[in-house]
């Protein structure tokens, strides 16, 4: 995987402004997980002084999307991927700095190689949980990706 946390922050600054604006940052990404933080800022809270909900899902986001990416990049082949559906739950007020992992890399291989395999699109649920820097989970989100080798024209 030649994707590294240099490379997707500048992705960040010039594709998704928003999310590096408000201080999205990888911090590590190898085969099967991703991390990513992002720090409680005037810029990203809500009006109860902790960190808006939208926020900690670009985090969260970016931790599943970016494996699924590096997957697609490492088969060689046109894959499309789309986000179908999501969730979350929230159980603490994110202040400080937040934390969020997703370590379900493996599903994405697989979903990947299934849909290189039979032609026909794959559907793959990640978990990236947010924890502040006692450890303690504040967030957690489930992203349902989908992926689908493009006809080849």
């Known amino acids: 995987m030649d994707i590294t946390p240099r490379k997707l922050n500048a992705f960040l600054l010039f594709k998704l402004p928003s999310a590096w604006l408000c201080g999205v940052r990888v911090k590590n990404i ?8 992002v720090k409680h800022r005037w810029i990203n809270q809500n009006p109860f002084k902790s ?41 603490k007020k994110a202040v400080g700095r937040i934390t969020f992992v997703c370590t379900e890399g493996d599903l994405v291989a697989d979903a990947i190689r299934k849909t290189i395999e039979t032609g026909e699109g794959q559907t793959v649920w990640m978990k990236s949980i947010g924890t502040n820097q006692d450890g303690i989970e504040v967030s957690t989100f489930n992203f349902e990706w989908t992926v689908k080798v493009k006809n080849e024209k």
């Open 51 to 91: 960190m808006f909900w939208a926020v900690q899902g670009m985090a969260a986001e970016l931790t599943t999307g970016a494996l699924v990416t590096g997957y697609i990049r490492d088969s060689g082949k046109k894959i499309s991927m789309l986000v179908a559906s999501n969730n979350a739950t929230y159980t």
């Open 30 to 37: 190898d085969r099967t997980s991703c991390t990513v933080s």
